[in-house]
């Protein structure tokens, strides 16, 4: 995926039309809030402990913080074009909820890029859906994350086809086998 700002925007748009959105619902995060909701989310549940695991593009694969883990809730092997379709059940009542997409090179050494949006959890999954059959847009595939807007939160979904769950109020019955 391309790291360029109107590429984002491109994207948005694109998504926004084929799926129908209203902006209200589903749009990117302002540029004037982009870091501090990345650098909230990160402090959060990133690992700095270690040098090559210093950001959320590790998280879903090697584990989130340690302080996080204490609210470890599992990770789930799930079908990776359906899973996201029990988000309703899965997370809490909640109005919107932070969705950031890892558009990085995936060189630890160049740190990460990630563009964030906001969603309601109906469009999410439509978003989903529409990401899933066109190989996000043609840009590839992804690890994306979920992440309460109060930041009690996150679900990880990775190449791997794996859903990692951290936080309060997730209700993960919906992921087991």
């Not at 959890?121 to 529409?130: K, Q, R, T």
Request: net charge negative.
């Amino acid at each position: 995926m391309s790291k360029k700002p109107d590429d984002l925007l491109q994207f948005e748009n694109q998504l926004i039309r084929e799926c129908r959105f209203s902006k209200d619902r589903f749009h990117k995060v302002r540029n004037d809030q982009w870091k501090d909701v990345y650098q909230k989310i990160s402090q959060k549940y990133a690992d700095k402990t270690r040098t090559w695991k210093n950001g959320l593009h590790w998280a879903n694969t090697d584990g989130y913080s340690p302080k996080s883990m204490k609210d470890f809730v599992g990770c789930f092997s799930v079908e990776h074009a359906t899973w996201f379709h029990l988000l309703p059940q899965i997370i809490p009542d909640e109005h919107m909820v932070y969705f950031l997409i890892d558009i990085g090179d995936h060189s630890w050494h160049l740190g990460e890029a990630f563009w964030i949006f906001e969603s309601c959890i109906p469009e999410l999954v439509g978003a989903l859906d529409l990401l899933n059959d066109t190989a996000f847009l043609s840009r590839g595939w992804p690890d994306y994350y979920i992440v309460s807007k109060k930041y009690q939160w996150i679900i990880g979904f990775n190449h791997h086809d794996v859903v990692s769950c951290v936080g309060e109020r997730l209700d993960t019955q919906w992921l087991k086998c």
